[in-house]
């Protein structure tokens, strides 16, 4: 079996086989730490809430803190993630299905090779999901190549436009490990105690004008980067800067 140049990392995204593999284990790694962490949830009556309004969901958290996202899929709502066009995002598209969420494939312009990779379409695509079947659409707002944790405009547009709320979901633990990767992602531990936040949802402004939009894209961050910096300090860890 020929690996590619990038090693078993590589291998994992790049082959079909690597990537069948690669997400039957990250789905039973997700599933061990879930199941062996003892969890604070604080503020899930909020979640719990939107859910039962007769509407489409945004709920959003950061790239970095995207690994336990399979967590809060609710049961009896269809759930779309909207994942990029690259290998990792095939990977992950993989890793996702085993927790009945639906990818949907794009990712914002990419500026640094000029070119347009489906944002577009996937837009197209969610606003659908969230008017015509009330989803779960799931968003890293600094994904997928940052800067990490400042928002970009998709998320706020997307909420104007549909008039969806927003969730913004942040977690945390004592044990885990963080990357050297743009967004710092962490990787939990099993057998240990984690945070997990669930503010107040975020209500899109009426006004749809380049003021609004401004403003609204602020909160949005301002809000997921306190709860972020909450979760880290309640499991005792320094908590991650934006860049």
Not at 23 to 43: K, N, Q, S
Not at 85 to 113: C, M, P, Q, W
Not at 145 to 152: D, E, F, H, K, T
Request: aromatic fraction near 8%; glycine fraction near 10%.
């Amino acid at each position: 079996m020929e690996r590619s140049a990038d090693g078993i990392g590589g291998w994992l995204r790049k082959s079909a086989t690597g990537r069948l593999l690669g997400a039957h284990l990250g789905a039973f790694y997700i599933r061990l730490v879930a199941w062996t962490t003892r969890w604070d949830r604080i503020g899930k009556q909020n979640f719990d809430r939107l859910l039962q309004e007769d509407s489409g969901v945004i709920a959003t958290a950061w790239h970095g803190r995207l690994f336990m996202a399979p967590l809060w899929v609710p049961r009896n709502r269809r759930t779309i993630a909207m994942i990029s066009r690259n290998d990792d995002g095939e990977l992950i598209s993989a890793l996702v299905r085993r927790f009945n969420v639906i990818a949907i494939r794009g990712s914002t312009y990419d500026h640094e090779k000029k070119r347009e990779k489906g944002g577009g379409e996937v837009f197209a695509d969610a606003v659908q999901e969230l008017t015509e079947h009330k989803a779960l659409v799931a968003i890293t707002p600094d994904g997928p190549r940052g800067p990490r944790m400042r928002a970009q405009r998709g998320i706020a547009r997307l909420s104007i436009e549909t008039g969806t709320p927003i969730q913004p979901i942040a977690y945390s633990v004592r044990r885990g490990k963080i990357f050297r990767s743009w967004d710092r992602f962490l990787l939990p531990w099993p057998f240990g105690r984690g945070v997990q936040i669930f503010d107040e949802p975020l209500w899109p402004p009426e006004e749809n004008d380049e003021a609004a939009m401004t403003q609204y894209l602020s909160r949005i961050e301002e809000r997921l980067i306190a709860i972020s910096t909450q979760a880290d300090i309640l499991c005792g860890r320094e908590p991650i800067a934006p860049k």
